[in-house]
């Protein structure tokens, strides 16, 4: 797919730095938004795509959207999701607020956290807080797939 010019970059982290609270991309507002929700933040910021953020740009555009905004299961940033077990709070103090409001923005939440969603059962509470999100794929333990290595061409399907 011919690469997008992004019209809007921006991202709300925290002071300290340690939480990635929202990420944000549009390049057509004309057409709806898409929120998706992973595991946790990496190196993306209000700049600078990480390889997971273009993915889910690679997907957004192929579906029709004009704009995408990332949330996250927990906000604490970190290359290395075992990072989130030694982590004081790994969720965020303002996460939840936050995956609330960007869902408001957004026509469809896709779930993709991948297999480590589990912890503090937070698969469960976003589960309960959207229940009408959608996924790329499952996993064969019925987990989200995490975008990184999924076929291009696949299709939204119902979580």
Wanted: proline share 6%; hydrophobic share 40%; glycine share 8%.
């Amino acid at each position: 797919m011919a690469e997008v010019y992004i019209k809007e970059k921006g991202a709300f982290i925290s002071a300290d730095g340690l939480y990635r609270y929202s990420l944000w991309r549009l390049w057509d507002t004309s057409k709806p938004a898409v929120l998706f929700i992973g595991l946790n933040p990496s190196t993306a910021d209000a700049t600078d795509d990480d390889p997971t953020i273009r993915r889910c740009l690679g997907f957004a555009r192929s579906w029709g959207f004009g704009s995408l905004y990332m949330g996250n299961l927990f906000a604490f940033r970190a290359t290395d999701p075992m990072a989130l077990y030694e982590a004081a709070d790994p969720v965020g103090p303002d996460n939840d607020k936050w995956l609330l409001e960007l869902s408001a923005n957004c026509q469809k939440a896709v779930f993709a956290w991948g297999a480590k969603g589990q912890l503090m059962g937070r698969d469960k509470t976003l589960t309960s807080a959207f229940p009408e999100a959608y996924c790329i794929r499952r996993t064969k333990e019925g987990h989200p797939s995490h975008p990184l290595y999924l076929k291009a061409d696949l299709r939204l399907i119902r979580y």
